[in-house]
């Protein structure tokens, strides 16, 4: 009775063991569904939203939740729902350029930190750890006021405060990998210091820096929606959680769907790629994979 | 012909706290081609600060005091960082003490044994990998095809080490350096790997220096022994000259704390009293002055010339008549 079962599970463990684990937990599932779900949402926005989300329509203004339109309007009757979900895209698109930036900024700094000479360790700590002593809405504020509110002022505020946080993590590592002995019996057979961190240090750390840059996603996407809020962030009309929110919060008395429309997928979307990134490191890192 | 390796008076000191730690003092031997040259001593004699001077490794608080090493007519210390970085691995390979730790943990070994040629642009990756799984062969790996591709937990510690030797020897180096290659092992493996090493000097050319700290592996497969203690060479000798005829107290001691020579009644390990000295002392006198039987005023007043006490056989010891 069992066989058939063994032999169609067999394959499965020698394939990808980590998305096995990672579908097996509870979390993990759900985190991976919100993720998807907001993912799809961003590719498709413009196929998913039934309106041109800065169009207006005065005489439609402040409606309440209906068929045609799912969250309502705003004080200029657009329609919530196309902003909700264009505003996915603009998220996302910020969260991920800019903590694929902050990445392969940060590693490099941090590469060049921990395994250059020490001079050049001291000199790239210092800065990193003065960035790091900024509160971000501080520095946010004065990059505004410098170079005017963006997308890209958004993106470079992220990449600025993510990036020396990385850095210390991949010196940290650079450091303790550096006086591995395999690291040594590579430098005897003559490889050169490029070779020895893009071969042998980099994919050491790379799991690791990962799962830490999923966790970090959801935070951008608040530091998008927080700025966007504040008006520091990507400019009206231009969709976003942020710029939903502020619309909404001028007439929380009345009309509380605008701010709800704009605070779930906020809501969602930490939850989702929190619950991921807990369930992927759990997943990678065996000492915490549960037996299953 | 010169030597492929000549040693000349080399002094290597580390930063101390206080004052600097001499780790090795004044060295002088060389090793011919086709040899295998073993170098025995205590933990801490300077064994392996020895072999990463010759590749030029040594950690930045080590500094060359004196001397040269010449490989094969080349002043390796005048050599520009490129050029040494350039004979390391191609000329002079280095096989480490545990195999456990000496691989990449997240590279395939078909991976690692890819990337160590890259000098050899010329070679197409399948050339590479097919060079690499001959080699696997070669060091008695079973099913090398299949086995290439795995991790370096997947083997044993005696396999990794012969992977390590594989890696070693993949640009046919002139001279290798193995350093305690079968300490971290077990009886038999360290057996098979020591046919390995005395295999591999019949196809290659070049000269092996072996480093251990067990008599018996010296005995076993070198052709010459050198004798360090406390950063200094005390004794060099053909394999059965030494054995036979140690003229060093201290190998003469050593000789007689060898678990292999010790008559089977005996109930407790012999040892040799003392300890080692104050590697940060000034040289003023022989090193093994305070732990030798035989020791006298002069010893511990001057500090003993080496001695030729027969062709090819020196030691550095004032009961020689130095």
């Known amino acids: 009775m069992s066989a058939p079962a063994f032999e169609g599970t067999a394959p499965a463990p020698a394939r990808a063991p980590a998305l096995r684990h990672l579908l097996a937990d509870p979390l993990g599932r759900f985190g991976s569904a919100l993720v998807l779900v907001i993912l799809l949402t961003a590719v498709f926005a413009d196929v998913i939203a039934p309106y041109n989300p800065a169009a207006i329509a005065i005489p439609d203004r402040l409606q309440g939740p209906s068929l045609p339109h799912l969250f309502g309007t705003d004080q200029l009757g657009r329609d919530v729902f196309s902003r909700v979900v264009l505003g996915a895209r603009i998220a996302l698109e910020v969260a991920l350029v800019a903590i694929s930036l902050a990445l392969v900024l940060g590693g490099a700094?941090?590469?060049?930190?921990?395994?250059?000479p020490r001079w050049l360790d001291s000199v790239l700590v210092l800065v990193f750890d003065t960035i790091r002593s900024f509160p971000t809405i501080m520095f946010a504020l004065a990059l505004v006021t410098l170079i005017g509110p963006s997308l890209q002022t958004v993106i470079v505020i992220v990449v600025v405060t993510f990036a020396p946080s990385y850095g210390r993590i991949v010196r940290a590592q650079t450091q303790s990998l550096k006086h591995a002995e395999f690291i040594l019996a590579e430098r005897s057979l003559g490889a050169g210091a490029a070779r020895i961190l893009a071969?042998?240090?980099?994919?050491?750390?790379?799991?690791?820096?990962?799962?830490?840059?999923?966790?970090?996603?959801?935070?951008?996407?608040?530091?998008?929606?927080?700025?966007s809020f504040l008006g520091f962030g990507v400019r009206p009309p231009t969709p976003s959680w942020g710029t939903v929110l502020n619309d909404g919060y001028a007439f929380i008395g009345n009309t509380p769907w605008i701010i709800l429309a704009g605070g779930l997928p906020l809501v969602l979307s930490t939850l989702g790629f929190t619950f991921l990134g807990e369930a992927l490191r759990d997943a990678i890192d065996p000492r915490l994979r549960k037996e299953i | 012909m010169a030597p492929l390796l000549e040693i000349d008076g080399l002094s290597v000191d580390f930063a101390g706290s206080q004052r600097p730690i001499h780790a090795l003092r004044d060295i002088r031997f060389s090793i011919e081609r086709g040899r295998i040259v073993g170098l025995v001593g205590e933990s801490g004699s300077g064994k392996s600060t020895?072999?990463?001077?010759?590749?030029?490794?040594?950690?930045?608080?080590a500094r060359i005091v004196a001397g040269t090493i010449r490989f094969d007519g080349i002043d390796l210390f005048a050599l520009p960082e490129e050029a040494m970085r350039a004979l390391r691995g191609e000329r002079?390979?280095?096989?480490?003490?545990?195999?456990?730790?000496?691989?990449?943990?997240v590279l395939t070994i078909g991976t690692?044994?890819?990337?160590?040629?890259?000098?050899?642009?010329?070679?197409?990756?399948?050339?590479?990998?097919?060079?690499?799984?001959?080699l696997l062969k070669r060091v008695g790996i079973p099913d090398p095809v299949q086995r290439i591709d795995q991790y370096p937990h997947q083997f044993s510690g005696g396999m990794r080490q012969r992977i390590s030797i594989a890696m070693a020897l993949l640009s046919q180096p002139d001279l290798l350096i193995a350093d305690e290659p079968t300490t971290a092992l077990d009886v038999t493996l360290e057996a098979q790997i020591l046919d390995l090493l005395r295999d591999l000097r019949r196809d290659f050319a070049g000269a092996i220096l072996l480093i251990s700290h067990q008599l018996g592996v010296v005995a076993e497969i070198c052709d010459e022994v050198v004798v360090f203690y406390a950063g200094e060479l005390v004794e060099l000798a053909p394999v059965k000259e030494l054995f036979a005829n140690p003229r060093h107290p201290y190998t003469k001691a050593l000789l007689d704390c060898d678990p292999g020579r010790l008559a089977d009644e005996t109930r407790t390990f012999p040892t040799i009293p003392g300890r080692l000295p104050d590697l940060g002392e000034a040289r003023t006198r022989c090193v093994f002055a305070a732990r030798c039987p035989h020791a006298f005023e002069r010893c511990r007043a001057e500090v003993p010339v080496v001695t030729e006490v027969a062709p090819g056989h020196r030691a550095s010891c004032h009961l020689l008549g130095g």
């Open chain 1, 109 to 116: 700094l941090g590469l060049a930190a921990g395994y250059g």
């Open chain 2, 112 to 134: 690692q044994m890819v990337d160590v040629q890259f000098r050899h642009a010329d070679l197409a990756r399948a050339e590479k990998r097919a060079r690499a799984i001959a």
């Open chain 2, 92 to 105: 002079i390979s280095m096989v480490f003490q545990d195999p456990m730790s000496t691989l990449n943990p």
């Open chain 2, 50 to 61: 020895l072999s990463l001077a010759v590749l030029r490794l040594l950690a930045p608080s």
């Open chain 1, 199 to 227: 071969v042998h240090v980099m994919p050491n750390i790379i799991g690791p820096l990962f799962i830490l840059a999923s966790m970090d996603i959801p935070v951008v996407i608040t530091i998008e929606a927080g700025l």
